[in-house]
């Protein structure tokens, strides 16, 4: 159910705080719930790992943050709001100091396909010692447990790092 991700450099700096670990350090591991199997779900709040708008075969992980149905509305009152269409959502870096470009998100790609969600990252790990679950919303903290109970498997995770 879970597959493994390396994130790592500027990508996963930007993107999000992951609650736990050491300041200013990044996840060099990344293991998510994978999309692609059962019916797993995502939901606002959640860390997603996603492909990238730009290289897409590579990843990106960024914080849902709004799905179809939902209003966008723009601090700059020139920007007209729009509603989120079927099957697309609204990602977000964790560092609002970042200006969208820096943080590529959907403040510079705009609305996303929901499609390119590969999963919701559960688990963060940067060392043997500094490591933890992600801070995800309530409904996927609630699933996530039991995922991680079952398949996480720290002491391998911590072998295969890269450094």
């Known amino acids: 159910m879970t597959r493994t991700k390396v994130i790592g450099g500027q990508v996963g700096r930007a993107s999000i705080n992951f609650k736990g670990l050491a300041h200013e350090a990044y996840p060099s591991t990344l293991p998510f719930y994978n999309l692609s199997r059962g019916n797993m779900q995502v939901f606002i709040g959640d860390v997603v790992v996603m492909k990238d708008p730009e290289k897409p075969s590579d990843c990106i992980v960024r914080r849902l943050a709004a799905v179809e149905g939902y209003e966008m509305a723009s601090k700059n009152e020139k920007d007209e709001p729009f509603i989120l269409e079927k099957d697309q959502c609204w990602v977000l870096s964790d560092d609002e100091s970042l200006k969208p470009k820096e943080a590529r998100d959907s403040r510079l790609f705009g609305p996303l396909p929901m499609s ?18 992600v801070q995800n919303s309530h409904l996927a903290m609630g699933k996530d447990t039991s995922v991680l109970s079952v398949e996480l498997d720290v002491d391998e995770m911590a072998k295969n790092l890269k450094t």
Do not use: E, T, W
């Not at 390119?116 to 679950?133: C, F, K, T």
């Open 116 to 133: 390119d969600i590969l999963g919701r990252v559960i688990y963060a790990m940067r060392s043997a010692v500094d490591h933890g679950p």
